[in-house]
T-cell receptor, first 113, second 111 residues
Framework: AQKVTQAQTEISVVEKEDVTLDCVYE???????LFWYKQPPSGELVFLIR??????QNEISGRYSWNFQKSTSSFNFTITASQVVDSAVYFC??????????FGTGTRLTIIP | GAGVSQSPSNKVTEKGKDVELRCDPI?????LYWYRQRLGQGLEFLIY????????KSGLPSDRFSAERTGESVSTLTIQRTQQEDSAVYLC?????????FGQGTRLTVV
């Protein structure tokens, strides 16, 4: 069975601080994908990144970076120099083969100006 | 269109009425999902269609809920005899091999 755990329900940080959102997953499969999605107050779910289980390279996109560690089954997301526009709910998700996406419960991030 | 389209965007219905929600996936996407999101809550999986395989209906909360998909195109989610607890945003997503792309959702209010 697949499972995604986002232990942080809510996080608040002051603008310009760095923040890391944790994601821990469980799967018995060796080939799978991991994802992060952002849901801003407008409600639309926005795809941010996909990671293949065979590619453990960390990825950086502007102020966003992702750390994938198979040894700890984690796929953490760091926002550097946070901005108010980063305030949103962030979801981590897992999928293998043609099975359905499994989402975590989400982390509500609030950036305080 | 380029994205996942859902209609209507908003629906207000009286308790006990049936409603149909529609989802037009991205062309060529073989997988289609329905999720429910109550206010301030996470994503509740409802049903998953993958190509010609039998759908995964394990998330449907009761037999009042059903969904159909014609081939790899449009899907409709039907809720019969709506209850107030059905009030939520219903999100549809489609996918080809990996990541899913979401529609804007249908906000359902049962009064």
């Amino acid at each position: 069975a697949q499972k995604v755990t986002q232990a942080q329900t809510e996080i608040s940080v002051v603008e310009k601080e760095d923040v890391t959102l944790d994601c821990v997953y469980e799967t018995r499969d060796t080939t799978y994908y991991l994802f992060w999605y952002k849901q801003p107050p407008s409600g639309e779910l926005v795809f941010l990144i996909r990671r293949n289980s065979f590619d453990e390279q960390n990825e950086i996109s502007g102020r966003y970076s992702w750390n994938f560690q198979k040894s700890t089954s984690s796929f953490n997301f760091t926002i550097t120099a946070s901005q108010v526009v980063d305030s949103a709910v962030y979801f981590c998700a897992l999928r293998f083969g043609n099975e359905k996406l499994t989402f975590g419960t989400g982390t509500r991030l609030t950036i305080i100006p | 269109g380029a994205g996942v389209s859902q209609s209507p965007s908003n629906k207000v219905t009286e308790k006990g009425k049936d409603v149909e929600l529609r989802c037009d996936p991205i062309s060529g996407h073989t997988a289609l999902y329905w999720y429910r999101q109550r206010l301030g809550q996470g994503l509740e999986f409802l049903i998953y269609f993958q190509g010609n395989s039998a759908p995964d209906k394990s998330g449907l909360p009761s037999d009042r809920f059903s969904a159909e998909r014609t081939g790899e195109s449009v899907s409709t989610l039907t809720i019969q005899r709506t209850q107030q607890e059905d009030s939520a945003v219903y999100l549809c997503a489609s996918s080809w091999t990996s990541e899913a792309f979401f529609g804007q959702g249908t906000r359902l209010t049962v009064v």
